[in-house]
């Protein structure tokens, strides 16, 4: 799921539970890509494509696969390309009442259909209080790959990916909507699926890749956003809308070196487009620019540690300048995201992650209230525990992962206190009453 989802913008927080804003977030960083039907299709472990046994954090044998169109098969009669997941999650929140729901439940279609097609389709139900849930339409990655190709003497891989999430069909899993997990705040560049009016699963396009000698990565492609009645259709709500899209250009380059104990991968991403929010608004020009490192020490899996580092810079140039009591908005503007994890696993069954998240951006009174500062730092700390999807297990093509995790923001609304601006005299909220502490349980099968 999205990681704010819309009805829960963070800019409207103040007439919200602050704690549903923590919870939104995590529901969606425990939620992955892995599909048990992927291990059935290969005849792999759940272990063998990730790192922890449960995603979303790939092996280099995981983003290969990833690579070759969910296509590679142990040959083993035809196997259903269905897969189901449940997360139940008790929520106890720095201000408001804990919780305990089953907060979703997820359908996959998942894996090859021929030896050059593959892909993945992900239908989503969120628990959305009183007994209700929401059906959606959630990432949807599909793929036509031509392998055995070789140039210059080295081997080549290309493909095509149509999406609805621009970088998820990432293979290094990186960037912000395949890790699933982006910073949150009042301001986000499109590149991250937090981000206010994000374009996570409401737009619709993809790309032309080629993965050569095994360690270059490139990726060239565009997309429009889907219309507010189609986005209601598929179970998102219009007061999301992303904006209509226009000349839609996005760009990816890696380098990728698989040393089987050891993983390095460095990259860059780009993302350009004018976006009109609200539809009948003049157009505004957006770029995103960023890059990102990540290391893996896999040795003989027995310890794993992974390090990943994130930093997104997005360009604004308006094409209007709202006023608020004679205060002009600026119309040249910045964004900043970036996100750093370091994760350790042992023995693919017992792990902790730690990740740092921060949003920052110009200051605009206008567009961000009377404080006028975007900026938001916070923190996600868990302790995980997969016990299945590994060779030796009760089964190696299901998993169960339970977790313990705290939420924590050290900044909101560039404070630390009185957060959203209250008069004197007033109740205020600090920054630390949208902290949260959750214990999950998550079953794929």
Same mark, same amino acid.
């Given at each position: 799921?999205?990681?704010?989802?819309?009805?829960?913008?963070? +800019?409207?927080? +103040? !007439?919200?539970?602050?704690?549903?804003?923590?919870?939104?977030?995590?529901?969606?960083?425990?939620?992955?890509?892995?599909?048990a039907?992927?291990?059935?299709? %290969?005849?792999?472990?759940?272990?063998?494509?990730?790192?922890a046994?449960?995603?979303?954090?790939?092996?280099?044998?995981?983003?290969?696969?990833?690579?070759?169109?969910?296509?590679?098969?142990?040959?083993?009669?035809?196997?259903?390309?269905?897969?189901?997941?449940?997360? !139940?999650q008790?929520?106890?929140?720095?201000?408001?009442?804990?919780?305990?729901? $089953?907060?979703?439940?997820?359908?996959?279609?998942?894996?090859?259909?021929?030896?050059?097609?593959?892909?993945?389709?992900?239908?989503?139900?969120?628990?959305?209080?009183?007994?209700?849930?929401? =059906?959606?339409?959630?990432n949807?990655?599909?793929?036509?790959?031509a392998? *055995?190709?070789?140039?210059?003497?080295?081997?080549?891989?290309?493909?095509?990916?149509?999406?609805?999430?621009?970088?998820?069909?990432?293979p290094?899993?990186?960037?912000?909507?395949?890790?699933?997990?982006?910073?949150?705040?009042? %301001?986000?560049t499109?590149?991250?699926?937090?981000?206010?009016?994000?374009?996570?699963?409401?737009?619709?396009?993809?790309?032309?890749?080629?993965?050569?000698?095994?360690?270059?990565?490139?990726?060239?492609?565009?997309?429009?956003?889907?219309?507010?009645?189609?986005?209601? *259709?598929?179970?998102?709500?219009?007061?999301?809308?992303?904006?209509?899209?226009?000349?839609t250009?996005?760009?990816?380059?890696a380098?990728?070196k698989?040393?089987?104990?050891?993983?390095?991968?460095?990259?860059?991403?780009?993302?350009?487009?004018?976006?009109?929010?609200p539809?009948?608004?003049?157009?505004?020009?957006?770029? *995103?620019? &960023?890059?990102?490192?990540?290391?893996?020490?896999? &040795?003989?899996?027995?310890?794993?540690?992974?390090?990943?580092?994130?930093?997104i810079?997005?360009? @604004?140039h308006?094409?209007?300048? #709202?006023?608020?009591?004679?205060?002009?908005? #600026?119309?040249?503007?910045?964004?900043?995201?970036?996100?750093? =994890?370091?994760t350790?696993?042992?023995?693919?069954?017992?792990?902790?992650?730690?990740?740092?998240?921060?949003?920052?951006?110009?200051?605009?009174?206008? @567009?961000?209230?009377?404080?006028?500062?975007?900026? %938001?730092?916070?923190?996600?700390?868990?302790?995980?525990?997969?016990?299945?999807?590994?060779? &030796?297990?009760?089964?190696?093509?299901?998993? $169960?992962?339970?977790?313990?995790?705290?939420? @924590?923001? %050290?900044?909101?609304?560039?404070?630390?206190?009185?957060?959203?601006?209250?008069?004197? &005299? !007033?109740?205020?909220?600090?920054?630390?009453?949208?902290?949260?502490?959750?214990?999950?349980?998550?079953?794929?099968?």
């Amino acid at each position: 799921m999205p990681f704010l989802p819309d009805r829960l913008q963070l +800019r409207h927080a +103040r !007439a919200l539970p602050v704690w549903l804003l923590v919870l939104a977030l995590l529901v969606a960083s425990g939620s992955v890509q892995a599909t048990a039907a992927f291990a059935r299709q %290969t005849g792999s472990a759940c272990a063998d494509c990730h790192a922890a046994a449960y995603g979303p954090a790939l092996t280099p044998y995981g983003m290969r696969f990833k690579i070759n169109g969910f296509t590679e098969t142990n040959g083993e009669g035809t196997k259903l390309p269905l897969a189901a997941q449940l997360i !139940a999650q008790y929520t106890n929140p720095a201000r408001g009442h804990s919780t305990t729901n $089953l907060t979703e439940a997820d359908l996959f279609l998942a894996g090859r259909l021929t030896e050059h097609v593959g892909g993945f389709v992900k239908i989503e139900a969120d628990h959305e209080g009183d007994g209700g849930y929401n =059906t959606r339409l959630s990432n949807v990655d599909l793929r036509y790959v031509a392998h *055995d190709l070789t140039f210059g003497g080295r081997d080549l891989v290309l493909g095509v990916s149509v999406n609805n999430n621009p970088s998820f069909d990432d293979p290094i899993g990186a960037l912000p909507a395949p890790a699933y997990l982006g910073p949150p705040g009042v %301001t986000g560049t499109l590149l991250n699926p937090s981000s206010p009016g994000s374009l996570a699963n409401r737009v619709v396009g993809g790309g032309v890749y080629g993965f050569y000698d095994a360690q270059w990565y490139a990726e060239v492609g565009s997309y429009r956003s889907l219309s507010a009645s189609q986005q209601d *259709d598929l179970g998102y709500s219009r007061s999301g809308d992303p904006g209509r899209l226009s000349g839609t250009g996005y760009l990816r380059l890696a380098w990728m070196k698989d040393l089987k104990r050891q993983f390095f991968s460095a990259g860059v991403v780009a993302l350009t487009t004018q976006r009109r929010l609200p539809r009948s608004a003049a157009a505004d020009d957006i770029t *995103d620019l &960023g890059y990102d490192l990540t290391y893996q020490y896999l &040795g003989n899996r027995d310890h794993i540690v992974q390090l990943n580092y994130v930093n997104i810079m997005e360009r @604004r140039h308006y094409g209007s300048a #709202p006023a608020i009591g004679g205060l002009v908005a #600026p119309t040249h503007a910045t964004a900043h995201d970036q996100v750093l =994890t370091a994760t350790y696993t042992f023995r693919q069954s017992y792990g902790i992650s730690a990740t740092h998240l921060m949003s920052t951006g110009s200051r605009d009174p206008v @567009r961000y209230g009377p404080l006028g500062d975007p900026a %938001t730092t916070s923190n996600l700390f868990s302790l995980y525990w997969t016990p299945l999807g590994k060779d &030796g297990s009760w089964t190696a093509v299901a998993n $169960l992962k339970l977790a313990v995790s705290w939420f @924590r923001f %050290t900044r909101f609304n560039g404070r630390r206190s009185n957060i959203f601006g209250a008069p004197p &005299g !007033a109740p205020g909220t600090d920054a630390s009453d949208l902290n949260a502490f959750f214990v999950s349980a998550s079953a794929m099968f």
